[in-house]
C-alpha cells in the first residue's frame, strides 16, 4: 500500500489540531487585553470577531468530522480508544462554543461590550481547559503512522474526500475561513496543509483578491507570506 494518503491523513490530523489550538490560545490571549483596555479602533473589534467566529466554526466542523467521518473508521482499527468518552467532550465544547456565540452577539452592542467580552473570556477559559488534553488523548490513540497506516489506502481516500467535501459545504465565507485555516500555521506548515488546495487561490485570490476581507484579522495571523 502507498504511504501518501497516510501521510497526508496524518500532517491534516496533527495541523488541523495546530489550527485550532492556536486559535484558541490567540483568541484567550487577546480577550484578556481587551477586557483591561478595550478595544483601540472598530477594525481590531471587526478583525478579533471575525477570528473567534472562525474558530468556532473550524472547530465545530473538525469534530463533526470526526464523529461522523473519521471516527467510525478509526474504531475498526482502535477499538481500544476511548470513543464514548471523545463523544462527550466534543458534546461538552460544542456548549461551550455557544456560550462563545453568544459573547460574539453581545459585542455587537456597544453598551453591553464589557458583559460580552466577560462572558467570552470565562467561555475561552474552559474550551482551553478541555482542548488540551483532548488533543492529547485523540492524537495518542489516532495519530500514530502505525494507524495510519493499517488503514487500507481506499478508505484513507474516502476519510479525505468526505472531510474535504464537509468543510467545504459548512465553512462560512471562504476569504475567511481559509485564512483562518492557513494563516495560523508557519509557511512550511500551511504548504503542507494546503496540498489539496489549487495554487491559483493560495497563491493570488486568497493573498490578493480576497484580502480586503479578511485584513481586520491580520494582527492576529501569523506571516502571511506565501
Known amino acids: ?24 490560545s490567540v483568541s484567550l490571549e487577546n480577550v484578556e487585553k481587551y477586557r483591561g483596555s478595550g478595544f483601540p ?16 466554526i473550524t472547530l ?28 462527550t467532550e466534543h458534546h461538552n465544547m460544542l456548549t461551550i462554543l455557544e456560550r462563545v456565540e453568544t459573547a460574539l452577539d453581545l459585542l455587537e452592542d456597544p453598551s453591553r461590550e464589557s458583559e460580552g ?19 492529547n488523548c485523540e ?25 474535504s467535501a464537509h468543510a467545504s459545504q ?19 506548515e500551511r504548504a503542507a496543509f494546503s496540498h489539496g488546495i489549487p495554487k491559483l487561490v493560495t497563491r493570488f485570490l486568497l493573498p490578493v483578491v480576497w484580502r480586503r476581507r479578511w485584513m481586520p484579522m491580520k494582527p492576529f495571523l501569523l506571516d502571511q507570506t506565501p
Open 1 to 24: 500500500m502507498s504511504n501518501s494518503h497516510s501521510e497526508s491523513l496524518y500532517c491534516d490530523l496533527n495541523l488541523i489540531h495546530k489550527v485550532i489550538s492556536r486559535g484558541v
Open 41 to 56: 479602533n472598530e477594525r481590531t473589534k471587526r478583525g478579533f470577531k471575525d477570528y473567534v467566529r472562525n474558530l468556532v
Open 60 to 87: 465545530e466542523n473538525h469534530h463533526h468530522s470526526e464523529d461522523a467521518i473519521a471516527f467510525p473508521v478509526y474504531q475498526r482499527y482502535a477499538p481500544e480508544a476511548p470513543f464514548e468518552l471523545l463523544a
Open 117 to 135: 467580552l466577560n462572558t467570552l473570556h470565562n467561555a475561552l477559559g474552559d474550551l482551553s481547559e478541555l482542548w488540551n488534553p483532548h488533543i
Open 139 to 163: 492524537e495518542g490513540h489516532f495519530c500514530a503512522r502505525s494507524l495510519l497506516s493499517s488503514i487500507p489506502e481506499k478508505e484513507q481516500v474516502e476519510i479525505g474526500k468526505k472531510i
Open 170 to 188: 459548512n465553512s462560512g465565507p471562504l476569504p475567511l475561513s481559509l485564512s483562518f485555516l492557513l494563516y495560523n500555521l508557519p509557511p512550511d
